[in-house]
């Protein structure tokens, strides 16, 4: 039996087919003599394969290896007439499985097979007349010379020509019987799942992907028995579950938050031949929270570790960033039920709440400490006391480069209702508007802040803040200029932000805290080695929002990566290196510094975020900087004409009365009149002047955002 496997011992590398097709090397590792076949392995992708496969699959391919016996006898040796012969018994055997299929070898080689296997019938044991049995052997000798006369064969040709076709016959059934059975089993898949699910939800294929995948995850959700981590920087996420708009159209949950710090979005992709599939991307935070978390347990891990911090002399910082309807506002401001806010349920009372329950502690109440709340918002570069019907406030930077803002009201509170009545009243004041993401949209920035004061002097600060929806950083290129401005300012803040929290993770030499109101008024936030912050990602889980929560995740992502690796706290991130280096050679030259430090710190932000600010991005944010600045100076001249026109008018008055008199003195009525108008053309030509550069500023603006109109930036 052991020459049936001729030159195959184990050990030997032989070629082998796959079922797909693929020919490739094998190990053959043991011979099975009672079923003639041998058994093979391979690596593939680092796993160890095998396969048991039969002798003459082997030698179709590996003719090398092949036996002596195997090899077919001459076309003129005609075959043994004993039927007991074991060449006989195994010659007939090999032809019977070839059959006229389709294969790649010519036809002509089909009408030579099928023809010496005529008398494969003869030799079989039953009787057979022998007279027909010479006149077919003669014909095909005679047929077999003709065709060799044109295509001459050898005995070991022939020999691997027909094992081949035999070992196609074989393949093709294999395949066919594969496929009828794996046609079966889909289609009962299909009937079972139309079955399970309503097929009238729109992607039901999609559904049952997701599902697919959940099945197989293993599920371990933060509880409020895990660790609270002390974190300087703490990035973490908020899935809310689908609303009612949502459920109406049937949308998709397409976000899994498998783990108390890793979130899934199961984005759908569509192949070339129209194909649907997932494409299931991870991202790893400190803390994921699941559609089912409330305000309390968001508030734990969050921004209650950050508490403490202002009662030892600390500044903490907890922003609220997404898409709007994400719940952001949910979370920082509190439950909605229709229309009506419940106040006491979001972090800025949560957070109050223990501001006050710290107060009373023994180690603290001696310090003698009063509490104070300011509440205003940021739109379109500009700062709105909310707390004091919406009054304009300007930010200005005094020799000691604090920041001011000038005009703020700060309300003492001696209570979490003190500040619960606070926040109604700030957020029935909040700006917002329509975009192409919701209905209502928080176009602005709203700041609420904690201050601890002690004989006067600040003691601490804790910033809650909802920022606008990150989709309103897109409309950088709308064809209405306010939107146009929204749009700007929004990107830039949080481009700012997030740099700004990159700068005080690393505790980088230089923050550009300048590049946007936001990071200016929040820069005392940022500076100083007692400041921590918390960034809250909320995040829509319906598909239609894939994109919005992408990019939501992404930025949050940015921000959190570069505190993760202790190595680049040291080493520092390679891209920002020169950037900085730069801003250092800018230090050396005080005087540029000096005439445009916002200039300085937008530049520095570009370069640090190439990816996201093209130069046209860059040269738009710039007009808009410089339209803002013509804005305020205007503005401000105005308002002193204005006053300046008062005081001519009563001077103006005075001459007008002087001339009814009967004797007036003539000269010194001319003298001052013309004194008078002497000074309202000078201002009033200054002003007019100004207004011209405003006007300028805002034809610049106009272009530079046609320039960026072709390529619409990515939301951040």
Same mark, same amino acid.
């Given at each position: 039996?052991?020459?049936?496997f001729?030159?195959?011992?184990?050990?030997?590398?032989?070629?082998?087919k796959?079922?797909?097709?693929?020919?490739?090397?094998?190990?053959?590792?043991?011979?099975n003599?009672d079923?003639?076949?041998v058994?093979?392995?391979?690596?593939e992708?680092?796993?160890?394969?095998?396969?048991?496969?039969?002798?003459?699959?082997?030698?179709?391919?590996?003719?090398?290896?092949?036996?002596?016996?195997?090899?077919?006898?001459?076309?003129?040796?005609?075959p043994?007439?004993?039927?007991?012969?074991?060449?006989?018994?195994?010659?007939?055997?090999?032809?019977?499985?070839?059959?006229?299929?389709k294969?790649?070898?010519?036809?002509?080689?089909?009408r030579?097979?099928?023809?010496?296997?005529r008398?494969?019938?003869?030799?079989?044991p039953e009787?057979a007349?022998?007279?027909?049995?010479?006149? @077919?052997?003669?014909?095909?000798?005679?047929?077999?010379?003709?065709?060799?006369s044109?295509?001459?064969?050898?005995?070991?040709?022939?020999?691997?020509?027909?094992r081949?076709?035999s070992?196609?016959?074989?393949?093709?059934?294999?395949?066919?019987?594969?496929? +009828? !059975?794996?046609?079966? $089993?889909?289609?009962e898949?299909?009937?079972?799942?139309?079955q399970? /699910?309503?097929?009238?939800?729109?992607?039901y294929?999609?559904?049952?992907?997701?599902?697919d995948?959940?099945a197989s995850?293993? %599920?371990?959700?933060?509880?409020?028995?895990?660790?609270?981590?002390e974190?300087? =920087?703490?990035?973490?996420?908020?899935?809310?579950?689908?609303?009612?708009?949502?459920?109406?159209?049937?949308?998709?949950? /397409?976000?899994t938050?498998?783990?108390?710090?890793?979130?899934? /979005?199961?984005?759908p992709?569509?192949k070339?031949? *129209?194909?649907?599939?997932?494409?299931?991307?991870? #991202?790893? #935070?400190?803390y994921?929270?699941?559609d089912?978390?409330?305000? +309390?347990m968001?508030?734990? #891990?969050?921004?209650?570790?950050?508490?403490?911090?202002i009662?030892?002399?600390?500044m903490?910082?907890?922003?609220?960033?997404?898409?709007?309807?994400?719940?952001?506002?949910?979370?920082?401001?509190?439950d909605?039920?229709?229309?009506?806010?419940?106040?006491?349920?979001?972090?800025y &009372?949560?957070?109050?709440?223990? /501001?006050?329950?710290?107060l009373?502690?023994?180690?603290?109440?001696?310090?003698?400490?009063?509490?104070y709340?300011?509440?205003?918002?940021?739109?379109?570069?500009?700062?709105?006391?909310?707390?004091?019907?919406?009054?304009?406030?300007?930010?200005l930077?005094?020799?000691?480069?604090?920041?001011?803002?000038v005009?703020?009201?700060?309300?003492?509170?001696?209570?979490?209702?003190?500040?619960?009545?606070?926040?109604?009243?700030g957020?029935?004041?909040?700006?917002?508007g329509q975009?192409?993401?919701?209905?209502?949209?928080?176009?602005?920035?709203a700041?609420f802040?904690? =201050? *601890?004061?002690r004989?006067?002097k600040?003691?601490?600060?804790?910033s809650? =803040?909802?920022?606008?929806?990150?989709?309103?950083?897109a409309? @950088?290129?709308?064809?209405d200029?306010?939107? !146009?401005?929204?749009?700007a300012?929004i990107?830039?803040?949080?481009?700012?932000?997030k740099?700004?929290?990159?700068?005080?993770?690393r505790?980088?030499?230089?923050?550009p805290?300048?590049?946007?109101?936001?990071?200016?008024?929040?820069?005392?936030? #940022?500076?100083?080695?007692?400041?921590?912050?918390?960034m809250?990602?909320?995040?829509?889980?319906?598909?239609?929002?894939?994109?919005?929560?992408?990019?939501t995740?992404?930025?949050?992502?940015?921000?959190?990566e570069?505190?993760?690796?202790?190595?680049?706290?040291?080493?520092g991130?390679?891209?920002?290196i020169q950037?900085?280096?730069?801003?250092?050679l800018?230090?050396?030259d005080?005087?540029?510094?000096?005439?445009?430090?916002?200039?300085?710190?937008?530049?520095?932000?570009?370069e640090?975020?190439?990816? +996201?600010?093209?130069p046209?991005?860059?040269?738009?944010?710039?007009?808009?900087?410089?339209m803002?600045?013509f804005?305020?100076q205007?503005?401000e001249?105005?308002?002193?004409?204005?006053?300046?026109?008062? !005081?001519?008018?009563?001077?103006?008055?005075v001459?007008?009365?002087?001339?009814?008199?009967?004797? %007036?003195?003539?000269d010194s009525y &001319?003298?001052q *009149?013309? $004194?008078?108008?002497?000074?309202?053309?000078?201002?009033?030509t200054? *002003? !007019?002047?100004?207004?011209?550069g405003f006007r300028?500023?805002l034809?610049? +603006?106009? $272009?530079?955002s046609?320039?960026?109109?072709?390529?619409?930036?990515?939301?951040?």
């Amino acid at each position: 039996m052991a020459s049936s496997f001729g030159k195959i011992v184990v050990g030997v590398y032989v070629q082998i087919k796959r079922s797909d097709g693929r020919i490739h090397q094998a190990m053959v590792t043991s011979l099975n003599e009672d079923n003639e076949s041998v058994t093979v392995e391979w690596i593939e992708n680092g796993d160890t394969k095998g396969k048991e496969i039969d002798l003459e699959s082997i030698f179709a391919l590996n003719s090398d290896v092949a036996p002596e016996e195997e090899i077919c006898p001459s076309p003129e040796t005609p075959p043994p007439p004993t039927p007991t012969s074991v060449k006989a018994n195994k010659i007939p055997k090999n032809r019977r499985t070839i059959a006229p299929v389709k294969n790649d070898t010519p036809s002509r080689d089909n009408r030579v097979l099928a023809t010496r296997a005529r008398p494969a019938p003869v030799q079989q044991p039953e009787p057979a007349p022998p007279p027909p049995a010479q006149p @077919t052997q003669a014909q095909t000798q005679q047929q077999l010379q003709n065709e060799s006369s044109h295509h001459p064969l050898t005995r070991k040709e022939f020999g691997q020509l027909s094992r081949r076709k035999s070992n196609c016959v074989k393949e093709v059934e294999k395949l066919q019987e594969k496929r +009828e !059975r794996r046609r079966i $089993q889909q289609q009962e898949l299909r009937e079972k799942r139309a079955q399970e /699910v309503d097929t009238t939800v729109p992607n039901y294929e999609i559904l049952y992907m997701i599902r697919d995948f959940r099945a197989s995850l293993d %599920y371990r959700p933060l509880t409020t028995a895990d660790l609270i981590v002390e974190h300087r =920087i703490c990035v973490c996420v908020r899935k809310r579950p689908l609303n009612k708009k949502e459920l109406t159209v049937k949308d998709l949950d /397409v976000i899994t938050v498998p783990s108390k710090d890793v979130v899934m /979005v199961h984005e759908p992709k569509q192949k070339v031949d *129209l194909t649907r599939y997932l494409e299931n991307q991870t #991202f790893r #935070f400190d803390y994921a929270f699941d559609d089912s978390t409330t305000n +309390e347990m968001v508030y734990r #891990f969050t921004a209650r570790p950050l508490v403490e911090t202002i009662f030892e002399r600390g500044m903490a910082t907890c922003f609220a960033y997404g898409q709007t309807g994400s719940g952001k506002t949910h979370t920082m401001g509190g439950d909605f039920s229709g229309k009506n806010q419940d106040c006491s349920k979001g972090i800025y &009372a949560l957070a109050a709440r223990d /501001v006050f329950v710290m107060l009373k502690k023994p180690g603290y109440k001696k310090l003698d400490l009063q509490v104070y709340a300011t509440f205003f918002e940021i739109y379109s570069g500009k700062v709105f006391d909310l707390l004091n019907h919406k009054t304009k406030l300007r930010v200005l930077e005094d020799g000691k480069q604090q920041v001011q803002v000038v005009g703020l009201q700060e309300k003492e509170v001696k209570c979490t209702e003190d500040v619960l009545k606070l926040i109604e009243v700030g957020n029935s004041c909040r700006t917002s508007g329509q975009t192409s993401a919701n209905a209502h949209s928080s176009r602005s920035h709203a700041v609420f802040q904690i =201050i *601890l004061r002690r004989k006067g002097k600040m003691h601490g600060k804790f910033s809650l =803040i909802d920022l606008a929806g990150n989709e309103r950083g897109a409309d @950088t290129s709308s064809a209405d200029r306010q939107t !146009r401005l929204e749009g700007a300012e929004i990107n830039k803040s949080l481009l700012a932000l997030k740099e700004c929290i990159r700068a005080l993770g690393r505790n980088k030499p230089h923050t550009p805290f300048r590049a946007s109101k936001l990071t200016q008024v929040l820069r005392d936030s #940022f500076i100083g080695e007692n400041s921590r912050t918390c960034m809250i990602a909320t995040i829509s889980p319906g598909m239609t929002s894939c994109e919005n929560t992408l990019n939501t995740l992404r930025y949050a992502n940015r921000v959190k990566e570069l505190t993760v690796d202790p190595n680049q706290m040291i080493d520092g991130v390679r891209p920002n290196i020169q950037a900085v280096n730069q801003l250092d050679l800018l230090d050396d030259d005080e005087d540029w510094m000096g005439n445009s430090p916002q200039r300085d710190d937008l530049k520095l932000l570009c370069e640090q975020n190439e990816e +996201e600010v093209s130069p046209q991005l860059f040269t738009f944010h710039e007009a808009v900087s410089q339209m803002v600045e013509f804005e305020e100076q205007v503005l401000e001249d105005h308002r002193a004409v204005f006053q300046e026109s008062i !005081r001519w008018l009563e001077d103006e008055k005075v001459l007008l009365e002087m001339t009814e008199e009967v004797d %007036y003195d003539v000269d010194s009525y &001319a003298t001052q *009149l013309e $004194q008078i108008l002497d000074q309202k053309i000078d201002i009033l030509t200054e *002003l !007019r002047d100004k207004v011209k550069g405003f006007r300028s500023a805002l034809q610049e +603006e106009e $272009q530079a955002s046609k320039q960026i109109n072709p390529k619409r930036p990515r939301a951040l």
